[in-house]
């Protein structure tokens, strides 16, 4: 049996940094990343055989739990049928319709292959229809790795202390305005200036890469005001957040409209899928209707289609997001409690089955420079007493952690013991 150490030095040979994606290094906690073999409901388990309750679930995908029967019945049934055709199925149908009714801004919808596609082209889709350059972005929100979307970003980006890339043009980030997150007036102050430029407005709802961040009251509810006002295009980027936070995504949990919606993670069931869309009149203007080009080899391959509407279909379970905010706010309140108890300084934040933990003396935690304050060594040492006792959290402390349906009270109570423990060693 290999262990994680060899496989990560063995990795670094051909692979940069021996990661596929930067975060998965473990550079925000120190230490060698794990190496998994198998993932079963909650948990999953290791190249030596150790087992983790998993709080990261493919980083949002798995809101149904690892390995669902329901879905790999629908891949398996799927493959038998051959891999993809790059031409027109009808499964591509059944999917667009039923995103359309789960989520009613969407009147149109194109399937892409990952989250940053699906940012990146409606990005694109918002310019050619305003026919402006600028656009406006939040310090902290990361909405994939597109060269407009790479200013201020948060996930990785932030862990890794290089929020804006190198690699970006300055003729091209001079178009992205990035604002603060929870912050009406600074928007109303933007567009003051430069409303008759903007684009668009991209934000999530709730910003889940810089640990987890609700909107404040008022927040997302302004943002559409502002684009009224100025025929700016509001973009939710629910790439995180939707089918999650509730069956019509944070849209529906807060009842605010946004003119074009992005998806990925839960809409794949686990394989690589993103979607873009919202209202017939902006969605017009996409290749071949329109003028603006946006085209994909895979998009919509059959087998991720298979994976995302199985996985849609388990969403539409009576109380499913209901039975899941409660598991989730169950394991927040144990975990605070926890932290009293050992009289450590920790808040947390949670929306549906989305938390985030922060080590601080603030109470509430609602702006991106109180996330920075955070004390990440404690972070880090609390990252890796859990892991060691078997519970795998995101390696990184400006990460939302995510909770599946097939967390129960067992693998709930598990967290909390291994928790009480770790607390007493920090
Ligand atoms: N938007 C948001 C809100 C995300 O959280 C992510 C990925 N974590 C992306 C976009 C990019 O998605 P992908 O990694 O699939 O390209």
Redesign the pocket.
């Known amino acids: 049996m290999q262990n994680n150490h060899d496989l990560f030095q063995q990795a670094q040979q051909h692979i940069p940094g021996g990661v596929n994606?930067p975060v998965r290094a473990f550079k925000g906690v120190g230490g060698d990343p794990v190496f998994f073999r198998e993932g079963k409901g909650a948990w999953l388990t290791d190249a030596e055989g150790k087992q983790y309750v998993d709080y990261i679930g493919s980083?949002?995908p798995m809101i149904v739990g690892h390995a669902h029967p329901e879905v790999l019945r629908a891949v398996t049934q799927a493959v038998q049928h051959g891999l993809g055709f790059g031409a027109p199925t009808e499964i591509e149908t059944t999917m667009a319709d039923l995103v359309c009714d789960l989520v009613p801004s969407m009147e149109l919808v194109r399937m892409v292959s990952?989250?940053?596609?699906?940012?990146m082209s409606a990005i694109r889709l918002a310019r050619g229809y305003t026919g402006r350059d600028k656009i406006v972005k939040f310090e902290g929100?990361?909405?994939?790795?597109a060269d407009s979307l790479l200013v201020k970003a948060g996930?990785g980006a932030l862990t890794l202390g290089v929020p804006s890339s190198a690699g970006v043009p300055e003729s091209l980030a001079k178009h992205t305005l990035t604002l603060r997150f929870n912050d009406l007036e600074s928007v109303e102050t933007c567009f003051k200036e430069a409303g008759d430029d903007i684009a668009c407005i991209i934000v999530?709802p709730v910003a889940?890469?810089m640990n987890c961040i609700p909107p404040e009251p008022g927040f997302l509810e302004g943002l559409r005001k502002i684009c009224d006002q100025y025929g700016t295009v509001l973009i939710f980027?629910e790439?995180?957040t939707g089918f999650r936070v509730a069956l019509g995504g944070a849209q529906a949990h807060y009842g605010v409209t946004p003119d074009l919606t992005?998806f990925?993670?839960v809409i794949g069931g686990g394989l690589p899928v993103?979607a873009f869309g919202g209202k017939r009149k902006v969605m017009e203007h996409i290749a071949p209707l329109g003028p603006v080009y946006q085209a994909g080899t895979l998009s919509g391959n059959p087998i991720a289609m298979a994976a995302g509407l199985a996985t849609l279909t388990q969403l539409q379970e009576p109380d499913f997001h209901s039975k899941l905010t409660q598991a989730t706010e169950t394991l927040v309140k144990g975990l605070q409690q926890a932290a009293d108890d050992a009289g450590i300084a920790m808040t947390t934040n949670q929306v549906g089955g989305m938390f985030g933990l922060f080590f601080t003396e603030d109470k509430k935690v609602s702006f991106y420079e109180q996330v920075v304050a955070s004390n990440q060594e404690r972070f880090k040492q609390f990252f890796h007493a859990m892991l060691d006792r078997g519970v795998y959290l995101a390696p990184s402390a400006f990460e939302a952690g995510f909770v599946s349906a097939a967390h129960g009270d067992a693998e709930i109570e598990f967290t909390l013991s291994a928790a009480r423990e770790a607390f007493q060693t920090l």
């Open positions: 994606s980083w949002g990952s989250g940053t596609e699906a940012t929100c990361y909405h994939g790795h996930s999530e889940g890469n980027d790439v995180m992005t990925g993670k993103g």
